[in-house]
């Protein structure tokens, strides 16, 4: 695009970071139907559209079973329940994720046992995983952070070595690949959440699970309905965590353009791959990474900004009207709620750096195509503009 084309926009028209209604414009007749047929039939929980569903998706990850619930926290729940985790358990995991990660396995009573991150990938350093062992370890909850997958295969060697379990947080991740396979088949249970701004998003809160244990199929199953057998025979207390036809309709639409969708994702990081280095920006701005075997869904696409300049340069992109988001600025071990561990600030420091130097850029698949270029001019400026720490020293 020449520069005179981008004067005509830049600086005014608005970037936004996301926006769902390009998206739902394309799909609106389709989706309108779907909706006008639930209704007529008025079988809203459970039923046809969300076994359909479960279906559909257990085919898209090649795992045996899908189960669908209310949620993304709700499936991290339930995976757990499933497992059998409980009081007195611990379940190592990353400090560097959303908060659900974490406060699923509290909610259960079970310990989260916060383990330091690769800086490169943002997902838990397997060395660390392997360090934080102990006989109270029932699982692993790796999560697949922004759409890149963990080093699965570091973990399940330690996974299988002590005998534990591995739920993949794959909220941020559905279609992302590990050598030539997707996430939700790559530990014991996967979890996905079809909140709207997911890679596969509902007209609400929605999840699922992905197993191919058919044991723990089934008590899922069973788990999401109160832990009924059948005929109000409960032999667990489960909980009220079903998807809604409704949104397993809509869903089961988006699903057969979330490929399409994911490329344009893609498409979207391998733009600004080009235009950081088009601006000279790559030495002082870190790119996401996608390494070999791996494949990147893009669910956030996540820069790193170091020297303590990260909030200025979101602050001056956001005077400019280009949307770009923390994720994530606290992380969770020194959450307040999460004091009783007795965590300690400089405790995991990758974790810690990252909270203070990511910026998340705009990504979604029906992104105008100029804006990418429009962003990197704008975080150009914002970079010159904003001094870094040593400078601020140094001015002093
Ligand atoms: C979105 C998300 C969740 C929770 O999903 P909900 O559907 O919002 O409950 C859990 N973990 C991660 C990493 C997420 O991004």
Redesign the pocket.
Known sequence: MSDQNLSAHAPHEPVPFISLIAQHQTLAHEVTAAVGRVLAEQKFILGDEVSQLEAEIAKYCDSRSAIGCA????A?ILALMALGVGPGDEVITSPF??F??ASSICRLGAKPVFVDIDPETFNVDPEAVEAAITPRTKAIMP?H?FGLCADMERLWRIAVSHGVSIVE?A??AIGAEYRGRRAGVLGTIGCF???PT?NLGGAG?G?MLTTDDADLCKQLRCLRVHGDTGNYHHTEIGLNSRLDALQAAILRIKLKHLDQWTEARRRNAQTYRELFTAYSLNDEIALPVEPREYKHVYNQFTVRIPGGRRDGVQQRLRANHVGAMVYYPIPLHVQPCFEHLGHRVGEFPEAEAASREVLSLPVYPEMPAHHAELVVRQLKAAFGQTRSQSDARRAA
């Not at 949620?71 to 709700?74: A, I, V």
């Open positions: 949620s993304g926290t709700d991290l994720t959303f659900a990660t999560v952070l947080d909220c941020q959440s079809f909140f997911k809160d999840g």
